[in-house]
């Protein structure tokens, strides 16, 4: 329950937990947060770290000078890129027998049934349209290592998906991160970003359910 309430804290209040990490840590600030992007997207147990709220932070930081935009775009990018290839091989190589290792139930069934519909609706491109949405976003690159894409074709997407979800998230937070309202509202901001974010897999989702519906009142 501890755990729980430091995981919501640190998702709602990103901008005091960044500023003290920047204070203390100086350069150094960039490789952390280059690790928990890379760890958001890389490893299918920890989809609970935060990804486009940070982005945004950080952004907004940088904003203040406190960080370089262009040091952030440039290292986040390839964190997210790297974080999706090591996913993808963890899939290709292991996928299989952490699926079917009882001992191991970190990875729940849901997440990968959440996902999979993703791929039946987008194909491919699910590996861009992932990156803006939490909890696909990590299962993604694993489910497409099971088989479900070749690696070529997959990097493509993956670059793609990279650039475009750091730079959208990161330069929003720096245009408008540092703005009174978002300032003074910012854990609001924060649960605004990652519900507008999670609206159109929920949306896909219940519609893939409801043709199944159909089809089965049907037969």
Request: charged content about 15%.
């Amino acid at each position: 329950m501890e755990l729980l309430k430091e995981a919501v804290d640190l998702f709602l209040h990103l901008d005091k937990h960044l500023s003290p990490i920047i204070q203390e840590y100086g350069v150094w600030t960039y490789l952390i947060l280059f690790l928990i992007i890379f760890c958001e997207t890389g490893l299918v147990v920890t989809p609970f770290l935060p990804g486009d709220s940070l982005l945004f932070a950080a952004g907004a930081f940088a904003a203040t000078g406190s960080l370089s935009l262009w040091m952030l775009l440039g290292l986040l990018i390839v964190a997210a890129v790297i974080g999706d290839t090591v996913n993808y091989w963890i899939g290709h190589f292991l996928g299989r027998r952490l699926l079917g290792a009882k001992r191991f139930k970190v990875i729940k069934p849901e997440h990968l049934a959440y996902t999979h519909e993703f791929y039946e609706k987008y194909g491919g491109k699910t590996i861009i349209i992932a990156r803006f949405v939490p909890i696909v976003r990590t299962f993604a690159p694993f489910v497409a290592g099971l088989g479900s894409m070749s690696y070529g074709r997959f990097m493509s997407y993956n670059v793609i998906g990279g650039i475009l979800w750091v730079m959208i998230c990161t330069v929003a937070g720096y245009l408008f991160g540092n703005l009174p309202f978002v300032q003074d509202n910012f854990s609001v901001v924060v649960l605004a970003i990652i519900a507008l974010s999670l609206v159109p897999a929920i949306w896909e989702l219940m519609r893939a359910r409801n043709a199944r519906r159909r089809m089965a009142a049907a037969e």
